[in-house]
């Protein structure tokens, strides 16, 4: 697995003499912070006694005992029980799913009782559930570990889903996550965990539902989600030495949907490309550029663009992955097209 140490990306402003983490570090303090905060809190999964496939663990257990750090059998659908139980009875569990291609196997707990428990009882009980997966393509893992299926639970009400860009929107909005009475699934993104950017060490929430402007510009919007917010950047300088002046909104959270930002922006920009790593078609753009045409049609100069991936399994082949997974020139490309008042 190829991960890049190196780049810097995030909404907080950098400061170059303050700490930086990783990604996957961010993600780490977050929990540790969270199991020093609340005793009712604890994690289980696979391996996380070892740190997990991805080290997102590493070191809770020795740190916070492995009465609540667990590993679990291979059984999905057990797992997401446990949460749901533990959940409603009191306690505010972490359930990590390894690869979020194997969420299927739990949908029928997220679904229908997790999703669903808290209006049943008509808010008597609370549903603290943390769902926390990888996702995402670029790491040659293949068609079974490689999906971003955001759009599946976004479908879903009662359920929260969570996809942060950067070091520093890891830690703040699964901080938040972890305070939430609600059902929430954190989808972290594999070629991003390497990534180095400012994380105060102090604890911090972001809010969910609230989207974040990371650039601002004034000829089109590009809404990106997850790691296609660090490739729309990279995409907008691009553009930017061709004269076009990008703004790039990190959605944060697909649900709930802060889609105000967006037609904020949109009615001034008066064009928009929305982005994801998902299948584009059936993707979660599109309920981004169904809401932005029912609200701010007016104000559109072009039809929305929409980038996603082919509607195709991940390749394992590194050369076709490539060609697979949206990327910074295919963004810029789309931008192009639309400021031209074309059709993507």
Same mark, same amino acid.
């Given at each position: ?7 810097? @990306?995030?909404? +907080? ?15 780490? +303090? ?18 996380? %006694? ?5 080290? %997102? ?16 059998? %291979?059984? !999905? ?14 306690? /505010? ?33 609370r549903m603290p559930l943390t769902i926390l997966t990888v996702a995402g393509a670029g790491t040659s893992s293949a068609a079974q570990h490689s999906q971003s299926l955001e759009a599946w639970l976004c479908h879903v009400p009662g359920l929260k889903v969570v996809m942060p860009s950067g070091p520093y929107e890891v830690k703040g909005l699964l901080r938040a996550a972890l305070d939430d009475d609600n059902a929430t699934v954190v989808m972290l993104n594999k070629r991003t965990l390497g990534l180095k950017a400012h994380v105060p060490e102090e604890a911090y929430t972001l809010p969910l539902g609230v989207a974040a402007v990371v650039r601002t510009g004034h000829d089109v919007t590009i809404v990106a989600m ?7 950047? *990279?995409? @907008?300088? =691009? ?24 037609? *904020?922006? $949109? ?12 299948? /584009? ?12 045409? !029912? ?11 929409? $980038? ?23 963004? @810029?490309? @789309?931008?192009?097209? =639309? ?6």
């Amino acid at each position: 697995m190829s991960i890049d140490n190196t780049r810097t @990306a995030s909404s +907080e402003p950098v400061n170059h003499q303050a700490r930086s983490l990783k990604y996957v570090q961010a993600a780490t +303090e977050a929990l540790s912070q969270g199991l020093a905060r609340d005793r009712t809190m604890f994690v289980a999964g696979e391996d996380v %006694v070892a740190g997990g496939v991805y080290s %997102v663990y590493k070191g809770l257990a020795d740190e916070h005992g492995r009465e609540r750090v667990l590993d679990t059998p %291979v059984a !999905e659908a057990a797992l997401a029980g446990l949460g749901v139980g533990s959940a409603a009875c009191g306690c /505010r569990p972490v359930i990590d799913i390894m690869f979020m291609d194997f969420i299927g196997i739990a949908m029928d707990q997220l679904v229908n009782q997790a999703a669903k428990m808290k209006y049943m009882f008509g808010g008597s009980i609370r549903m603290p559930l943390t769902i926390l997966t990888v996702a995402g393509a670029g790491t040659s893992s293949a068609a079974q570990h490689s999906q971003s299926l955001e759009a599946w639970l976004c479908h879903v009400p009662g359920l929260k889903v969570v996809m942060p860009s950067g070091p520093y929107e890891v830690k703040g909005l699964l901080r938040a996550a972890l305070d939430d009475d609600n059902a929430t699934v954190v989808m972290l993104n594999k070629r991003t965990l390497g990534l180095k950017a400012h994380v105060p060490e102090e604890a911090y929430t972001l809010p969910l539902g609230v989207a974040a402007v990371v650039r601002t510009g004034h000829d089109v919007t590009i809404v990106a989600m997850g790691r296609m917010v660090l490739e729309s950047i *990279e995409a @907008a300088s =691009t553009l930017a030495a061709e004269g076009i002046d990008v703004e790039v909104i990190d959605v944060r959270t697909p649900s709930p949907l802060d889609i105000d930002t967006i037609l *904020e922006s $949109v009615r001034r920009t008066n064009r928009v490309v929305v982005a994801h790593e998902a299948v /584009r078609f059936g993707g979660f753009g599109g309920e981004i550029a169904a809401q932005i045409q !029912e609200e701010a049609f007016d104000y559109l100069d072009a039809p929305i663009g929409r $980038v996603g991936a082919p509607f195709s399994p991940v390749p394992f082949a590194p050369e076709l992955e490539r060609l697979y997974v949206p990327s910074a020139s295919s963004i @810029a490309e @789309a931008v192009r097209a =639309t400021v031209a008042g074309g059709r993507w």
